[in-house]
């Protein structure tokens, strides 16, 4: 219960700072704080505190084959994985699965965010975050305990 204590406050914490960001960059927000304007580093300030969280949190959820911040060491966990050509449904192979989830849920957002930008703004990018993190949230908060 220590632990999932632990993740809903860093989710929390999260959330607020996403939605903190959603309204400075929203067309209704001040325009220092948008994209380009004079004080847009404060919006940075927001996701780098976020990042550093994330990362946080994901290091005390006992998953230590998905590091956050970087998927290269992934990419290398998963080619030198022992059970690499094993069976989907294989125990030994969870590691390997959590793997390739992370991998395809990493460059899916990547592309679905990319797109959103491109045909929208920043904000709806950060609006969908916040949503995605709510739900994250919500899962850590009914999920069975250990």
């Not at 204590?5 to 220092?32: E, H, R």
């Not at 030198?80 to 395809?104: E, M, T």
Request: net charge positive.
């Amino acid at each position: 219960m220590r632990r999932r204590g632990w993740l809903l406050f860093n989710q929390f914490i999260q959330v607020i700072l996403l939605v903190i960001a959603a309204v400075l960059i929203s067309p209704a927000g001040p325009t220092a704080t948008l994209v380009g304007g004079k004080q847009d580093w404060a919006v940075l300030m927001l996701f780098a505190a976020m990042s550093g969280q994330q990362v946080a949190m994901a290091r005390q959820s006992s998953c230590a084959e998905l590091p956050t911040a970087p998927m290269t060491s992934t990419f290398v966990d998963f080619v030198a994985d022992h059970y690499l050509f094993s069976s989907w449904s294989d125990p030994k192979a969870a590691p390997r699965n959590r793997r390739v989830y992370y991998v395809v849920a990493m460059i899916g957002g990547s592309f679905i965010g990319a797109a959103l930008h491109k045909y929208t703004a920043s904000w709806p990018v950060v609006v969908l975050t916040l949503l995605l993190k709510m739900v994250a949230w919500l899962v850590i908060a009914f999920a069975k305990p250990d």
